[in-house]
Every structure is written in structure tokens, then in C-alpha cells.
């Protein structure tokens, strides 16, 4: 019997507090746990909220996006472009910059789900000896994302 009563007084105690946390004015212990519910609501939306604004803030804030990186291998160049913007339109731009600097794409693996990424071997189609070298190669590239992203706005 007494062990009841303490098993009573504690879950008495523990409502209040849930009761005060949430700043719930009811009564009955339903009416306080489904007034504890709504306030996790709340509080998830606040979360994803704060979520996003971390997210957008990282968009205007982050210098390496897109990040471009270039190495030179046997016989051409490897390509690894990623960015966390996608809209509609970087992949026509970057295949447009490889054709203008005279690359063949060789190999290539596109992700453009939420966010882009590229990686991609370029061949150099110059017959002439021509050669071209992973800077050039990366500046060209870095010119075409920011020329696109100047000329799109972004869809957030």
C-alpha cells in the first residue's frame, strides 16, 4: 500500500513538471500529455526551421561553393566539380566549357539529386600537340559555373 502511494505520489510529481515545462494550464493528466505534444511539435518545427536558415546561410556564406578541382593525368584531366546548388542548366554549361577548351569527356559521373556533382575525365581532342595545362583547365571551369550561377537565381 505505501509503495503504491509513492508510485502515485511520483507520477502526481512528474505531470506537474511535464505540466510546467510545457506551460500547460490543464488539469487531467490526457489533457497535459497531449498539451506535452503539441509543444514537441512546436519544437521539432523550430528545429527545422533553424535548419534551414543554417542551410541558406551556408549558400550565401560559403566561399569554396562550387569547389572545383583539377588534376592531370596521362592523357587529360581529372574533373571534380561539386556545389550545393542545383537548379536546372550547370550541366549543359559545364559540357559547353569542355567543348569550348577542346575536351572530350571520356568518363563522367553526374549527381544532380539535391545537390550537383560532377566527376568527369577530359581528353584533350587537339591533334596539333597543343597542350593545355590543370590550372587553365580549372579556371575555364570555375568561369562557366560562376557565369551560370550569376545568371540563374536560386530556388530556395
Known sequence: M???????????????????????HAESETSIIADASKYIKKL????EEINNVATSEQYFCD?????VTVETLENGFLINITSRKN?????????EAFEDLGLDVVEARVSCTNS???HAVGSSNYDDGESMDAEAV????????TTWSDGHDPKW
Open 63 to 67: 566561399p569554396t561553393d562550387p569547389m
Open 44 to 47: 521539432k518545427k523550430k528545429v
Open 116 to 118: 550537383f556533382s560532377m
Open 138 to 145: 580549372k579556371q575555364a571551369v570555375e568561369v562557366a559555373v
Open 87 to 95: 537548379d536546372g542548366g550547370m550541366l549543359v554549361c559545364l559540357l
Open 2 to 24: 505505501v509503495s503504491r502511494n509513492k508510485s502515485d505520489s511520483s507520477m502526481r510529481e512528474k505531470f506537474q513538471m511535464l505540466r510546467s515545462i510545457t506551460n500547460s
